[in-house]
């Protein structure tokens, strides 16, 4: 599964997709695609999917027979989570519109301010991050105040 930075420039080896008739690569007449993004504010709690506005029926970029992908670069706001592709063809000018669909993830660079839930800081409430990954803010746990390690999805790795 490809997975992207926020800010970070889609390329043909990311998300991507071939096209086989008979086992053989081949160029659909029309290829298309609508990236949807998460709908939940904390990653990976619930899989649900919304188009994003500027991502819907787009032209696809052609990169060789049968290779198509995606002309996206990932905003540097955008959630971090799960995000879903659904890509639209048609065979021949006469054809069906046909689709299929993968998934890829957005993640963080560790260098940005952590946006984890974290567990309640003895206040009733959950710290929110705004310190950076890896090191002690204080006011996050990203890494430090309590001892937990998080990955670039924002989950605990140290349990």
């Known amino acids: ?15 991507k997709s071939f ?8 160029d659909p007449y029309l290829v298309k695609y609508t990236i949807y993004e998460p709908e939940d504010e904390v990653p990976y709690t ?6 994003m506005k500027d991502q819907i029926e787009k032209d696809a ?4 027979i049968g290779h198509f992908y995606a002309d996206w670069t990932v905003g540097n706001s955008a959630k971090v989570g799960l995000y879903k592709i659904i890509w639209i063809f ?12 993968s998934t890829f993830n957005i993640v963080r660079d560790l260098n940005e301010a952590c946006e984890a839930i974290h567990p ?3 206040h ?10 890896g090191e002690q803010c204080g006011t996050c746990s990203c890494q430090g ?15």
């Open 120 to 122: 309640p800081s003895g």
């Open 145 to 159: 105040n309590n001892g937990l390690i998080r990955d670039h999805y924002g989950r605990i790795i140290n349990f």
């Open 1 to 15: 599964m490809p997975i992207l930075y926020r800010g970070e420039v889609n390329t043909e080896d990311k998300i």
């Open 61 to 64: 970029l052609y990169y060789d």
């Open 46 to 51: 619930r899989i649900q999917f919304s188009p």
């Open 124 to 133: 009733g409430v959950p710290d929110v991050g705004t310190g950076t990954g």
């Open 19 to 26: 096209f086989y008739l008979d086992d053989v690569l081949f």
């Open 90 to 101: 048609k065979v021949n000018i006469d054809s069906e519109y046909c689709s299929k669909a």
